[in-house]
């Protein structure tokens, strides 16, 4: 079975764009979370999606926006980049989104701006 | 504010040595405490989970010992090895379903 698939892998972006990241689930599973790992950092929590609601948001601006579709994949749009937004953007899929659920992650998407 | 701090930053161990790294949470509505190993350029994998009702738990090499009372705990690798070398995380559940990190162990482990 495949796992958690984020795309694109890379990403270079200048400052003031916007950028689309995408992560496909793994199959059956219902939720899927973006998290933010800056280099020498743990990943920080960005959203939660679960069935297609936004059950959970971390400490991020206004400018970081996400969704779930009906086939359980989910998109993570940034607009107005700055320097300090480039960072390893992880998906992570689980069963039900409960914080007891094992959560796998994606490879992620990174991205640098410029 | 950091609700996970973990220790040490960085960890140098000889091949068939223990690793041992250890964290320590602020928050009792926590109840389910993973740890991620992540090798570079991918995405963290789960190695082993606990919840706070068990003292203990192993999975071959790997142990993690908890200590509800003191809101600590630590990953203990046994007969460590090269392959081993990689970024450990230490996490905890959190109410939204997220996982809040710590800041990661930078494990070597010398042939």
């Known amino acids: 079975d495949a796992g958690v698939t984020q795309s694109p892998t890379h990403l270079i972006k200048t400052r003031g764009q916007h950028v689309t990241l995408r992560c496909s689930p793994i199959?059956?599973?219902?939720?899927v979370s973006w998290y933010q790992q800056v280099l020498g950092q743990g990943p920080q929590f960005i959203f939660q999606?679960?069935?297609?609601?936004?059950?959970g948001r971390g400490n991020f601006p206004d400018r970081f926006s996400a969704r779930q579709f009906p086939n359980y994949s989910s998109e993570l749009n940034v607009n107005a980049l700055l320097l300090g937004d480039s960072a390893l953007y992880l998906c992570?899929?689980?069963?039900?989104?409960?914080?007891?659920?094992?959560?796998?992650f994606g490879p992620g998407t990174r991205l640098t701006v410029l | 504010q950091q609700q996970v701090k973990q220790s040490p930053q960085s960890l140098i161990v000889q091949k068939g040595g223990i690793s041992i790294i250890n964290c320590a949470y602020e928050?009792?509505?926590?109840?389910?405490f993973p740890w991620y190993q992540q090798f570079p350029g991918k995405g963290p994998a789960l190695l082993i989970a606990?919840?706070?009702?068990?003292s203990e738990k192993k999975e071959g090499r790997f142990t993690i010992s908890f200590n509800k009372s003191a809101k600590q705990f630590s990953l203990h690798i046994m007969d460590s090895q090269p392959g081993d070398s990689a970024t450990y995380f230490c996490?905890?559940?959190?109410?939204?379903?997220?996982?809040?990190f710590g800041k990661g162990t930078k494990l070597s482990v010398k042939p």
């Open positions: 199959s059956g599973h219902k939720s």
């Open positions: 999606y679960y069935e297609k609601e936004e059950r």
């Open positions: 606990i919840r706070p009702d068990v």
């Open positions: 992570a899929s689980s069963l039900w989104g409960r914080n007891t659920d094992t959560q796998y």
């Open positions: 928050n009792t509505a926590f109840d389910y």
């Open positions: 996490a905890a559940g959190g109410s939204q379903g997220n996982l809040i």
